[in-house]
Each structure stands twice: as C-alpha cells, then as structure tokens.
C-alpha cells in the first residue's frame, strides 16, 4: 500500500509552506491538484517538479478511483489545493473516504487553514466554534440562517467580497446588530486586515469601504 497525504498549501504568505510540506510534495509519485496553473506556481517557487494531475470538485468523483489504484499498488500520492488544507471547503473529502475505504494510509499534515487565524485573532470565544463555511448563494440559504438563530457556539463562514455586505446585512436581520463580528480579509498577505466591532458597525464600514480579497467571518454565538 501506499500513503495519501493532504498537504496544506499557504493561503497567502509562501513563507507558511512547512519544511516537511515540501519534502513530501518533493518525494511524491504524484501531486493531485485542485488548479494545476495555480498550484504550479508554488511549485515552480520550491522547486518542485514532480507531475500534476487535476483533481477538482467537477472531476474527483472519476479520477478517485484511478488514484486509490494508484495507492494500492503502492504508490505516494499528496493532494493539496489553491490554498489551505484540503477538505475544507475544498475538494479532499471524496477521495479520502475512498482511500480508507480501500486500507489506504492516509495522512494529513499540519499547516495553513484560513479560519484559525481569523478565529484566534478575532476577540471573540474560540474554545467552541462552528465552522459553516460558504452559505447557500441562493436556495437554502434563509433555511440555514433561521436554523443558526440560536446556536451559542462562535460560529465561523467564508464568503467572497461581492456578497459580504448583504450576509453581514442578513446577520444582522436574523440575529440583531448588536452581535459582536470580525471580518478578516486577506489572512498573511501584505494587506492583511480585520475589521471588528457590532454587525452594525462593521456594515457601516463596509458600506463606506468596498470589501476585497478573501474573507473569513467570525460571528459571536447567541447568548442565552
């Protein structure tokens, strides 16, 4: 049997990527990649030249099963994605199963994820959390706002840019704006900023200064 290994890739800084990180990638039979261009260019910085297959959310449900052929037969294989860890809102879950399923050694090393440092750095209680990732664009998504209503734990959401006023606007219908938030927009890059404060306050910020970049919202859970 071979060994799947998940390798977190930096979110923003290149000076995140691991030692070992790199010495897997190096080592590896076969680098699966989320975006090859984008991956590429990370690779290329460390000099790591080992072949790159896609794997991404349209394709993993066909190149899984080649893969864990591929570790079954003895083979090393690392998953990463554009940024982060893998499986977290990311493709990486799929192909894991699979592999266990399989009797395959799956490893997942430590390294970069978007929302721990937004968590930690936010101000707002850390020791319980839900991680909710991108709500629903469309259907579901009121669904999925009313059911959070009273959740208590500190409660964590990625969004883009473009939707980051009307979600912050929605919280604040939903869960008053007096509820403490941090917006963290792009984690370790050189214009790395978070933006805390009530929901009504962080809405007037952001009405006034467009939003840009990646971002993490951390919202305070519902106090009973």
Do not use: W
């Amino acid at each position: 049997m071979g060994i799947l290994y998940i390798v977190p890739t930096p979110v923003g800084n290149m000076e995140d990527m691991t030692f070992r990180a790199i010495r897997v990638l190096k080592e590896a039979d076969l680098i699966l990649a989320e975006d090859t261009r984008t991956s590429g260019i990370l690779l290329k910085h460390y000099d790591i030249q080992n072949r790159l297959m896609s794997h991404h959310k349209f394709n993993e449900h066909g190149t899984s099963k080649t893969v864990v052929d591929r570790l079954r037969a003895g083979e090393t294989i690392a998953l990463i994605s554009d940024a982060g860890t893998p499986g977290i809102s990311d493709p990486g879950f799929y192909l894991v199963r699979e592999a266990v399923r399989a009797g395959v050694d799956v490893q997942c090393l430590p390294g970069a994820t978007a929302f721990v440092p937004a968590l930690v750095s936010s101000g707002i209680p850390c020791d319980r959390f839900a991680f909710e990732g991108f709500l629903p664009p469309k259907k579901g998504r009121q669904t999925k706002l009313e059911s959070l209503r009273d959740e208590q734990r500190t409660m964590i959401f990625y969004e883009s840019p473009y939707r980051l006023l009307k979600t912050l606007q929605q919280f604040a219908e939903y869960y008053g704006g007096d509820r403490q938030v941090s917006v963290c927009r792009e984690i370790s890059k050189v214009h790395e900023e978070s933006v805390r404060g009530t929901l009504d306050e962080v809405i007037t910020h952001f009405t006034a200064t467009e939003p840009r970049g990646e971002i993490v919202i951390i919202l305070e859970g519902c106090k009973k």
